[in-house]
């Protein structure tokens, strides 16, 4: 097992620690519960693709399950939110368990396009059923609260997520440290040697697909009851690249590097407000820079540079 990727995990600790003393205001503790809740997404979409080696261009697809999950059912059938937020996410891993089986049957381009079309689709249905999600205008999301207590505020929202991604980056070191990360990073190099040394290569590929979609839809609920709306855009194809983007700036089969990608790419936006209108046209270079001189994402290159392991 590699310590240093505890070290960064005790690092990352203390930063989550100290940060809501340092934050000037309100915002910029709100922008940080957003990389947080990225993080967990991100660090759960790597292991679908810079691990396993598998694309998804859909997974937002999954984030939206849970969040009207988390809206809808208490709403509409009265369940506690927590149960509502588990109801969700055992109906995304299931949903994913049905469709893995086909789709991983396609490779490259054609991968890409059922997993694209698989979010697409989520998407229209959440956007149309208007008795159960609002349709185009969204729904509120009712408050969670355990015995009386009700978990309001940013304060209590950091507190949450901060813990999450923590438990995740712990969860994806000792995952990718197993036999069943072994087996990822094998199957990812080549499908016909993880074969021949007897790597059940369909049922990693299932396995894997439900853990990510299963991460992205308890993510997906924790921002709608953090946000208290939810509106089809959480589940469309422009948040789903957004995610495989910062899979890919912060680099693919880097546990950190999902996190720094998610960091950046969320609080870029926000950086960039300043051009006024120029926004996207800086956000574009800034993000074909970054591919053609470190095309093997943040973390890896600074890691070869410096002699370092991930």
Sequence with gaps: MNKNQYYGLYLIGAVLLVLPL???NSFYLDLAIRMAINAVIVLGLNLLIGFAGQISLGHAGFIGIGAYASAALPAQLGLHPMLALITGA????????VLARPIFRLKGQYLAMATLGLGIIINVVVRN????TGGPDGMPVPPISFGGFEITGDKHWYAIVASLLCVSIWASINLIDSPFGRAL?????SE?????????VERFKITVFVMSAMFASIMGSITALYIGFVTP??????????LVTMVVIGGMGSIYGSVLGAVLLTALPQALATFEGWETVVFGGILMLSMIFMPKGLVPTLAARFGKRD
């Design 192 to 200: 016909v040697a993880s074969k021949v040394v007897g790597v059940n």
């Design 233 to 242: 855009n959480i589940a469309d194809f422009f948040h789903s690249i957004e």
């Design 129 to 132: 059923e208007a008795a159960w």
């Design 90 to 97: 055992v109906a995304a891993g299931a949903l994913a368990a």
């Design 185 to 189: 990073r094998a199957l990812h190099g």
């Design 22 to 24: 340092l934050l000037p």
